[in-house]
């Protein structure tokens, strides 16, 4: 794909309507490589004029925030129960075991991104997220009356991350119904959510659970959410009026070199990404950090990551996506490598935290704009479902696996960080390839 234009930013510019479903997109040119079948009649058809802004727009990106805030937020602090799970409630068991409850969260939330993006184009956010909330409150009440293992991967794992998926996915893709010349912008904004909530959770539960108890605590971040997802599901709508989409995935995605590579990168990727969001706090721990500051890291590390999300989005605009995520998850690899390895204090990994949650939050908010521009509009909504419910199953076996790795290294992180790191870097060299068949020229805007 040798020329990917800018999507139109002028005033008239309009914003699809149909398969724009999962997450941020952003309308291209597809140029030799959009299907002929394609009209100017269907294509005009298929999108709507952006409001740019406006009372519900912005209250649209607030919702979004909050949505973000109270999901994606806890979901990124599960290290704080990863922890506190291993020296309480699952002490007996080991932490691969363990790490199966946060994993099936990921996967579940990845899995369900195709069918939730469907069922919003079809019927838009308010029933999505009406269900979503009901489930996600649900699953943490229940979480705070389990005690075994069975009963976390029901509550914290399945219907956690489900309720995730209904209230995450229709959100943004509700922002970008409203955007088209500050769509980044606006889903910048509203992806900052999930960072600011994985620095605000992990310490807020570890508090929690040391004053009035770990039942209690995750009842009152369940009433901190339940406000959250009952604002979000009030002010969340979307300007474009629901249809029925096109389901088929097209054996194109299939030949497609670029897909096909970014898939395969992505998904080497996924299996060590999450890993240091599952195990830094316990690191803490292994290096002496008193019990009391380590879900700190983890916040630092979340901190990290509202940069990572918010800074892309503009420079993505400028350098392009795709030299933005190659490079952003090499550099992830490489903290890990020579950084997180040979960490042995408190400072030190505050910066590793920091710098990793820089990168990470960057891989996360480029890869979805990455599908957009190598694929045809009317097929960007499967492309994003497909490629996320592959990256699903790498999320679901990473931690297991770093835990297997720390339980063979008898106590030892070294296997563990050299697999996370190693993983990341393998990933982005499949990216770096993909990006070469867009366009081999090394200073291109790819």
């Not at 899995?111 to 909330?133: E, K, N, R, V, Y």
């Amino acid at each position: 794909m040798p020329d990917i234009e800018k999507c139109d930013v002028s005033p008239n510019a309009t914003c699809p309507s149909g398969v724009t479903a999962l997450k941020p997109i952003a309308e291209h040119v597809l140029g030799d490589h959009a299907p002929s079948s394609i009209s100017l009649a269907d294509d005009k058809a298929s999108q709507h004029q952006c409001p740019e802004g406006g009372a519900r727009a912005y209250l649209t990106v607030l919702g979004a925030f909050l949505a973000l805030f109270c999901t994606f937020g806890v979901m990124n602090s599960f290290g704080t129960y990863h922890a506190w799970y291993s020296t309480h409630q699952l002490k007996h068991l080991s932490p691969s075991t363990v790490s199966w409850i946060g994993s099936l969260q990921l996967w579940v939330f990845f899995f369900a991104g195709g069918p939730i993006g469907q069922l919003f184009d079809t019927f838009g956010p308010t029933w999505l997220m009406i269900a979503g909330s009901v489930v996600y409150v649900f699953s943490i009440m229940m979480t705070s009356l389990s005690s075994r293992f069975y009963q976390y991967i029901l509550a914290q794992g399945i219907l956690f991350g489900l309720g995730v998926g209904l209230l995450f996915y229709p959100s943004l893709a509700s922002v970008s119904t409203y955007f088209s010349k500050y769509r980044a912008t606006a889903l910048g904004v509203a992806a900052t959510g999930s960072s600011i909530g994985g620095v605000v959770f992990p310490i807020m539960l570890q508090r929690l659970f040391t004053t009035v108890g770990f039942a209690w605590g995750v009842r009152v971040s369940g009433l901190v959410c339940a406000a959250c997802c009952i604002t979000a599901t009030l002010t969340v709508t979307s300007s474009a009026p629901p249809k029925k989409t096109d389901l088929c995935v097209r054996i194109k995605t299939f030949t497609d070199t670029r897909y096909v590579l970014l898939t395969i990168g992505s998904s080497v990727v996924a299996l060590g990404l999450f890993i240091p969001f599952f195990y830094i706090a316990e690191y803490a721990l292994a290096i002496s950090v008193p019990a009391s500051e380590t879900f700190y890291v983890l916040a630092v590390l979340n901190a990290g990551s509202v940069f990572g999300r918010v800074a892309p989005a503009y420079l993505s605009d400028i350098f392009g996506c795709f030299n933005l995520l190659a490079p952003s998850a090499f550099l992830c690899g490489l903290s890990c490598l020579v950084f997180w390895m040979f960490t042995r204090s408190l400072a030190a990994l505050m910066v590793f935290a920091a710098l990793y949650g820089f990168f990470s939050g960057a891989f996360i908010s480029v890869i979805t704009p990455c599908v957009v521009q190598i694929s045809d509009r009317r097929q960007i909504g499967v492309r994003i479902g497909v490629i996320y419910s592959v990256i699903s199953f790498p999320s679901l076996v990473g931690g297991p696996a770093a835990g297997a790795l720390l339980a063979h290294g008898r106590g030892s992180y070294d296997g563990m960080i050299i697999f996370s790191g190693a993983t990341l870097v393998a990933g982005s060299l499949f990216i770096l390839l993909a990006r070469m068949a867009i366009d081999s020229r090394i200073l291109a805007r790819v």
